[in-house]
Structure formats: structure tokens, C-alpha cells
């Protein structure tokens, strides 16, 4: 429910051919569903829903013609900035995972000044938002609050799967493991961007301890 895989668009997968290569390696890993979530953000990656559908029905073509069986489909991975702001001042659609769930992330280096007020918004609309690897946001580590009055504010969370063996550094790491501890996780995702993501995940599956951590934690439970 969180990767890169729609080709050429963003910060992910490059080409076709690596999107089919990629899949093919998470096929081989056992996921039989994927919903990839390439970035909208401002100036540096300004897609649309269209620009998204459109690279994803040729991704589905491409993985057709080498006879590559899985279900995927597309939602958006939204950075709250003013472009952001924006298309909810606007109302415009916004490209949601199922039952109208909102993927959307900020800066890793500063938090937003305005992540209440988006969240009130986000909520007034009907949207359920989710907030994307929020182990990765280090700087509220010693206001770990923010995350108990975020889920308090109807906002879930999705941890990335790499972070919990320390892909990102070792604070990630350590906050990942907090925020599963404190059971404030909803939701996993690979954030797959690339071959070396592939070779870290590869790892982590194959990792008979943390099968056992993972296999009982609740978010396994929740599935789109």
C-alpha cells in the first residue's frame, strides 16, 4: 500500500522495465496485491491522478505482454505543501487508497507548521488520511506525544518495513520499534523505490525473528 513502482514519474522506478522487474521480485516474495503510491509534490513532482492512471494502464500492459499474473492498482503518496494546501482548498479529487484513505507525508528534516490545520481539513472533507513512515520524522522522537494526539485525531500510521532493520539509520530504527511497542502502527509498506529496496526487504522477509515480531503485530490485520 506504499511503494514507487508507476515508471518515470517520481523518485521510483525509472523505467518499464524495471517496474516489471521489480514486481517480479515482490511476486516472488509472496505479495499478491499491490496499490503504488508515486509522490505529488509541488514543483519537483506535480502529477495528477491522469498522469498517474496513464503510467500505470501502460505498467499493466507491460507486465500482460510477460505474462506477469498480480492484482495492482494506484493511489498517491500527497507532501502537505502549499500546492498541497491548494487542491484541498480547491476540493479537487484526490487520488485515495480504498475507502477514501489518504496516503500523505512532510519533510523528514522539519515538521510542517500547518499539519493541524491540513488534518482538520483532510477530516471535514471525508478523508481518512494516513501518515506515511512516521519513524522517519526523528525531530518528534523527544515529542513522541505528537503521535498518540495525531492517531487521537483520526490520522493512522504506516510504518515502513525497512526501517525496522535499521534501512534509514538507527534512530528510525529505534522509533519504528517504539511506535510498534506502543501499538500505534495501522499499516506496513515496503516505500519501495528501487533494486537495493528489493535486496533489504529480501532480507527482512527472510528474517526468522522478525517473521515472529511482525506475525503478531495487529496491522497485519489491515488490508486493502
Do not use: W
Not at 503510491?37 to 498522469?51: A, Q, S
Not at 488534518?119 to 513522541?144: D, S
Amino acid at each position: 500500500m506504499h511503494s514507487h513502482l508507476v515508471p518515470g514519474i517520481d523518485d521510483g522506478a525509472k523505467t518499464v522495465d524495471k517496474s516489471v522487474a521489480y514486481i517480479k521480485e515482490l511476486k516472488n516474495l509472496g505479495f499478491k496485491k499491490i496499490i503504488t503510491t508515486p509522490h505529488i509534490m509541488g514543483e519537483h513532482y506535480p502529477n495528477t491522478p491522469e498522469i498517474i492512471q496513464r503510467g500505470l494502464a501502460k505498467l499493466k500492459n507491460a507486465l500482460t505482454e510477460v505474462e506477469i499474473e498480480i492484482e495492482i492498482s494506484a493511489a498517491a503518496e500527497y507532501f502537505v505543501d502549499d500546492y498541497f494546501v491548494d487542491l484541498l482548498n480547491q476540493e479537487k479529487p484526490l487520488l485515495t487508497l480504498p475507502d477514501n484513505h489518504l496516503l500523505i507525508e512532510f519533510s523528514t528534516f522539519a515538521p510542517p507548521s500547518n499539519f493541524q490545520e491540513v488534518l482538520f481539513r483532510l477530516n471535514t472533507l471525508g478523508y481518512k488520511p494516513i501518515l506515511a513512515h512516521p519513524e522517519r520524522y526523528v525531530y518528534y522522537a523527544e515529542k513522541f506525544n505528537f503521535f498518540h494526539e495525531t492517531k487521537a485525531k483520526g490520522c493512522a500510521l504506516q510504518v515502513n518495513l525497512l526501517s525496522l532493520i535499521g534501512h534509514y539509520g538507527g534512530l528510525q530504527k529505534k522509533l519504528a520499534h517504539r511506535l510498534m511497542k506502543e501499538k500505534l502502527i495501522d499499516f506496513a509498506g515496503t516505500d519501495l523505490h528501487n533494486g537495493g529496496h528489493i535486496e533489504v526487504l529480501k532480507k527482512l522477509i527472510q528474517n526468522r525473528q522478525m517473521q515472529s515480531y511482525l506475525r503478531n503485530y495487529p496491522f497485519l490485520n489491515n488490508k486493502f
